[in-house]
């Protein structure tokens, strides 16, 4: 059974970078075809789609925070990690990692939430000096 478990700092001050590390067990997805997405959900609000990396590292990021966002890997690890620079407040949320398993021919869509079978149980970073 696939886990994911996020981990990372609980509180970032202002203008500083967060970093969060998602970590995979339970397979190893080295030659898997996936697609591995951060979201986060602030206070009282919808979930987000922060960006996505895939088996072929390639990677895609909401349009608001790509200038801010980069996700990144470590095969050997199974972890994946998410960056985002300059945080403010208004980052202050639950994030999440979540995993999506393809089949080789399978059109898939990284935006959707749906996509994604497997969701670790989330990590709250709070932005505040």
């Known amino acids: 059974q696939v886990q994911l478990q996020e981990s990372g700092p609980g509180v970032v001050k202002p203008s500083q970078t967060l ?3 998602c970590t995979v067990s339970g397979g190893s997805i080295t030659t898997d075809y996936y697609y591995l997405a951060w979201v986060r959900q602030p206070p009282g609000t919808g979930v987000e789609w922060i960006g996505y990396i895939n ?3 390639g990677t895609d990021y909401s349009p608001p ?5 980069s996700i990144s890997r470590d ?5 994946f990690t998410l960056q985002l620079s300059s945080v403010t407040p208004e980052d202050t949320a639950v994030y999440y ?7 080789p021919s399978r059109v898939v869509d990284p935006t959707i939430l749906g996509e994604y079978e497997y969701w670790g ?5 709070t932005v505040s000096s």
């Open 65 to 69: 925070l790509k200038s801010r966002a």
């Open 121 to 125: 149980q989330g990590t709250q970073v």
């Open 75 to 79: 095969t050997s690890k199974n972890q």
């Open 55 to 57: 088996s072929s590292a």
């Open 97 to 103: 990692c979540a995993l999506g398993i393809f089949p």
């Open 19 to 21: 970093s969060l590390t």
